[in-house]
């Protein structure tokens, strides 16, 4: 086998993102509804590789968790181009020019949506994300590269051949996807170098890859670390509302990174609260580590220590802490953050407004639960991730978090005085 | 002395950040107009300590030119109070949302812009860089640690001393502003790896500092490489405008980095072009490195080489090629961008769309000259710097490149289905 080379495959991808960046939503779409077809005609191909993926997972160990999300079906496949058909669906936001200005001496100013270029997508072993993130990236008018954990090669290779075919069939540069062949961890090393070519690295995964990524990328990286969600009770919280987001927060989808984490409760609802609180979470059976001042009103509480409150649990665990002002809560969140999401539950609106105003979390929300922390809730889509760090984007990003903005100058001969 | 500590001053920027984000518009103005009056009221001192900047780079034997960009008069320094005097009259990015839209669970979603956090400024020997950053990240709220050239630390420490006093008169956090006062080279290696309180890296100055930033930072950085600005003389360009916008763009200011560098030119308009801009650039003594194709038309000029394609002359000095077809100049342009500026000069609308939509660097223009790639000239106000590279911004940088965007959800109680 020949050597992989990826400065080579780099270089391609910048040359086919050139192609990409002007196809018309019409080509775009033709594309993604024609690789969902093929996807599901050529089922039997992915599924045949996926067993070699599946077989020498159970040889190395993976855990039930990892083998399952490795796992392709027939219906899984199904799923997976419907995901596709539905980043159809979105708007394209190539192309858009928001408003032109008129300067004193005639030029109309103005900025258009242009795709980044080339995305690098580092990820865990989900063959789903492969066929998902290159629809998401060929819709905003990018060319991608992926590297998805090695265990799923075999998934990853096959489903990349059906999409060649079809760019093959449409006469369209193939190298606007690609998938890393080469499964040694020393080509990440290599991928991070190649800022000449690649304009963005999403890193998907646990901590340390998003780390080490950070760390070593000589190209702009998107970073989500982790979520600790924190769910304030002011004062002058409806309880009911108070009781009803909490429960959906914490305990709908305890693994997701918006679920909620920490509780802060202000003392003067404690007791018109907290009893409320604590026969919902005992419902869920919902692990609670309390704070001095609240722990008597659990049965089983174990005493918080620092480290809950930095905890992300993704589990039915919680963290609870009273506190004595609206301040302290701030202040609270504020040292604990991940820049995620944080929600306030208040009815009064000097309270919510400084909440807004005074915490600065990718997704801030009042009286709201934090699962609506996700790109589709809010309207922007399917997810291509969500960034807790400020550049760029903050907090999930839709399509447009995959494109920039130039600077357009339309003139009539005006030169500079 | 005690030693200095990176790690320390980012920390207190951190915590400093926070107030600068709360900071009303009318605060924030109130600041900066004494900040203007506290620079000039105290520039006697200033002068003193810039004395011994220039004492000493006289001594280390410093060229004029940065000499000069060192020195500070009270003409100077009126100067300064000026420009900032011209950032209060910005518009407050900070606290706007665009549009809230309405869910189909009747939560509303917005986006706020907020400002970055704390962002480091590397630069050159400039001490009116020095007062025009602080001023620019207190307007858009944030916290600013600012690496001036070692040659100018008396003068910059002089400086933030001045806006400390303000700071502390209007009882502001002072570590909203520092000025590293350790020159050694080493405190930017230890700069770049505070990524958990630093958010932004701006460099300015030299291609090797930005590529020595770009490869050691773990902070996004802003680039801005060069400007390789291309201007390209379609057949159906009116010559009389093709003329005057090749003369502005590259003469004016042949230094700045919006200048032409590469000027190309449609072989069918080549007859009727070349002679009228022989002549205008032999006027402003431009020395020229020409095509095959175009050489005969000078009377002086040199043949260009592969070189000449990629220099940034920023001086009187252009290369010229002559090009078969639209399509050979869209694949010059696209070959040796720096994706900075382009200039197309046609009467044609398709030609003219074409180009605005094919050539994506940070700045596209039609029939205008390239002189305008600048925050001043495109509306922006005061400009931070320019960028070269997508991510974040792209092109010229004003206030709002120094903020990002948090969601808002204002619900009423929903919870996620």
Redesign the interface.
Known sequence: MKKFNMANMAQQAKIAS?VA??LTTGQKNTLLNAIAKAIESQSEQIIIANEKDIAAGKDKGLSEAMLDRLLLTNKRISDMSDAIREIVTLTDPV?GVNNL?L?PNG?Q?GK?R????VIAMIYEARPNVTAEAAALCIKSGNAVILRGGSEAIHSNLALVDCLHRVLKEQGIDENIVAVIPDTNRDVIDQLLKQ?ETI??VIPRGGEGLIRYV??HS?I??IQHFKGVCHLYIDKFA?V??AV??L???KT?KPSACNAFETLLIHQDIVEHFLPLAVTALKEFDVKVHACQQSLSHFSQAQLATEEDYHAEYLAQEIAVKVVDSYQMAIDHI?EYTSDHTEVIVSQDTSR?QNF???I??????????S???DGG???LGSEIGIST????A???MGLSALT?????????????S
């Open positions: 050139r960046a002007q192309g200005i300067r030029i100013v258009m242009i795709p980044l270029g800022r304009d963005l950070t760390e000589q702009p990286v409806d009911k509302k009803a987001i429960v959906n927060g709908q504020n919510t807004i105003r005074q600065n979390s990718s997704v801030v929300m009042v009286n709201a639960s699962r609506f922390s809730q809010l309207g760090s400020k550049l760029h903050y907090g999930p920039t903005e130039k600077f357009i100058v339309l003139g009539d001969g005006q030169v500079r």
